[in-house]
């Protein structure tokens, strides 16, 4: 991924500790969810489970697309909300400032106060577009929002383009284990790592792509890959739940076998990553790639069915 992007979970906890501290500049760090990789190969997995209307209406939908960020296949829109935030960063930061902590839910390990980590869920005021909602919110909040916006008829065709790109996003960030646990860490990084092979990074730039690349250099073949190993049980099992059960599940691996796994740091604070802890990290990867797919397609295709 391009190193010059940044975590939001990061620059989130930076942004309120630079408010406290009087309104010092914010400073980045690396890595975003999954990266454009992981993102892809979520949509690529979808793809195989959209019903074929639904695949219509969305394929139209996003061919018509005015916006420049991104080309309009599905696959490629799956990056889109990380274009969007990402466009102003280092200048008006009008979109950064509205949307960079929708990408994650900051559960923490000490509590597992899903409320909390929404901020008390708030609501979107009497008219307001969820596009527009609460700056202060959460991942699992604005995919439920985003998809009410898809299923009402009274949505403007501009509102529900941009729903249909955030969902298409939101459902992949959810999935990263370190986009929906901290243990006071940003999500991992914080965490300095190393591995034999992989070289070293932050704890959540290894979860974000430096094990997703070890799926495959082409996202298409890697989904295409991981749909065709999909059972009908394991579609039917988790079509189930919603957004907040998804989010305690990605949460609860990050707790058994992301932060649970790690070694203890050597003297210098670097955690070196054992062969099996990155022998573990492909079959949850790809899991939660899978999970992902899966559900995206369930949001839109119960979202979209219906005129």
């Given at each position: 991924?391009?190193?010059?992007?940044?975590?939001?979970?990061?620059?989130?906890?930076?942004?309120?500790?630079?408010?406290?501290?009087?309104?010092?500049?914010v400073l980045p760090a690396p890595c975003l969810a999954w990266g454009d990789?992981?993102?892809?190969?979520?949509?690529?997995?979808?793809?195989?489970?959209?019903?074929?209307?639904v695949r219509q209406r969305v394929f139209a939908l996003l061919a018509a697309d005015p916006d420049k960020l991104t080309a309009h296949d599905f696959v490629s829109e799956t990056t889109w909300a990380d274009r969007?935030?990402?466009?102003?960063?280092?200048?008006?930061?009008?979109?950064?400032?509205q949307t960079h902590l929708w990408h994650f839910v900051d559960i923490e390990?000490?509590?597992?106060?899903?409320?909390?980590?929404?901020?008390?869920?708030?609501?979107?005021?009497?008219?307001?577009?969820?596009?527009?909602?609460?700056?202060?919110?959460?991942?699992?909040?604005?995919?439920?929002?985003?998809?009410?916006?898809?299923?009402?008829?009274?949505?403007?065709?501009?509102?529900?383009?941009?729903?249909l790109k955030f969902v298409m996003h939101f459902v992949g960030d959810l999935h990263q284990p370190l986009h929906a646990s901290d243990s006071r860490d940003a999500g991992g990084n914080a965490k300095k790592v190393k591995a034999a092979g992989l070289g070293s990074g932050s704890l959540h730039g290894f979860w974000d792509t430096q094990f997703v690349r070890r799926l495959g250099t082409d996202p298409i073949a890697a989904g295409d890959a991981l749909a065709a190993v999909i059972t009908p049980t394991q579609v039917a099992q988790w079509s189930q739940g919603s957004s907040a059960d998804w989010a305690r599940e990605s949460f609860g691996i990050a707790r058994t076998s992301v932060?649970?796994?790690?070694?203890?740091?050597?003297?210098?604070?670097?955690y070196a990553l054992s062969g099996t802890y990155v022998a573990a990290s492909k079959p949850i990867v790809s899991t939660q790639l899978s999970r992902a797919g899966v559900r995206l397609a369930t949001v839109l295709n119960a979202a979209l069915s219906v005129p």
């Open positions: 991924m391009d190193s010059s992007k940044h975590d939001d979970r990061w620059l989130g906890r930076l942004a309120t500790a630079s408010i406290a501290l009087g309104g010092l500049s990789e992981g993102h892809e190969i979520v949509g690529q997995i979808a793809t195989h489970y959209l019903l074929p209307a969007f935030r990402d466009s102003d960063r280092h200048s008006t930061k009008i979109h950064y400032d390990l000490a509590d597992a106060n899903l409320d909390a980590a929404c901020f008390s869920h708030p609501p979107l005021p009497s008219g307001t577009v969820a596009s527009l909602g609460p700056a202060q919110d959460c991942v699992v909040d604005k995919i439920d929002e985003f998809a009410a916006e898809l299923r009402s008829p009274q949505t403007t065709p501009a509102e529900r383009l941009v729903a932060y649970g796994a790690l070694p203890k740091p050597g003297t210098n604070g670097v």
